[in-house]
């Protein structure tokens, strides 16, 4: 039997700043502005030595408000530790919330992906984004549509289990469905679980799951083939991981050692993950933060860059020895 592939992507995840001004109901991961101390170089280049099998570097970042005087500044941090990244042999991958068409045009010179997450559309999604300008539903898609006018390679998603109703889902993988028709830029779309923070994970219900594998296979049937499906493998149980592969998963993503966003919620490690889908016909597939069907988008050097690091992790990850 050929056994079927689901990638993933050894991952580094850098913060910025923790600094944001919005403030989403659920979110643990904000801190107020003036609180956040950003992330210095220095630490950067130290984080990036101590995981060198990390091929990717997600730049994960709090928002600064469009208008602050604070934001070049903090934009200028973006472009370095981007430009840190990909001296260090890694490539960045960008998420640090709506970008003006100028930002996102020189970030995309240092990055051979980006993303965005759209949340989704709805009144739960209102009302849990009440104080937070920037995911305004038409802020979040004029990003996307930015993106796919730049042919820049985006990775985008769903929080799911705010309340929304399957309207509110249908309608939203119907406009990512739109975009992708429209630009083609849409390489994968996560869909996430929203789980609650705190000291003790707390794994996802049986109910809770049968409903997620419903939202996969909607949006395995709306979106077009070439769009991958991602979610989180640290918010699965991982014997039921297998269900949401069956139901249309093909990507768990960017794997850091620890989850910035989730940190109750631990990693499972590469060898139980390859292990567990060997043992239902799955193989487990390094790749680069940007999936090759996109490579003929990337600017030369940028494209020579993923090349030779996608080299490095079919090599590396060939014959595991963890
Ligand atoms: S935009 Fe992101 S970091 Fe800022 S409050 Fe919302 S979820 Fe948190």
Sequence with gaps: MTSRVITWSPSLTLVPSQGCFN???????RRPLEAAAPLELSDARRALEQRPEASEVLLLSGEVHPASPERQVWFARLLNLSAEALRSGRLPHTNAGPLSLREMARLMRLNPSMGLMFEGVGAAYDQQHRHAPSKALPVR?????????LGLPFTTGLL????EGWDDRRRSLELLAQLQGRWGHLQEVILQPWRPDGHQALPLSPAEQAELLEVIALARRLLPAEVHLQTPPNLWPLDALPQALAAGIDDLGGIDIHDVINPAYPQPSTAALMALLASHGWS????TCVHQQWWGWLPKSLRSQVEAVDRRLQLRWAAPSC
């Excluded at 403030?23 to 991961?29: E, I, L, W």
């Excluded at 898609?141 to 006018?149: D, H, K, S, T, V």
């Excluded at 487990?284 to 790749?287: H, Q």
């Design 23 to 29: 403030a989403c109901d659920y979110c643990s991961f």
């Design 141 to 149: 898609l004029a990003q996307l549509e930015q993106a796919g006018r």
């Design 160 to 163: 799911l289990g705010l309340g």
């Design 284 to 287: 487990l597939r390094p790749r």
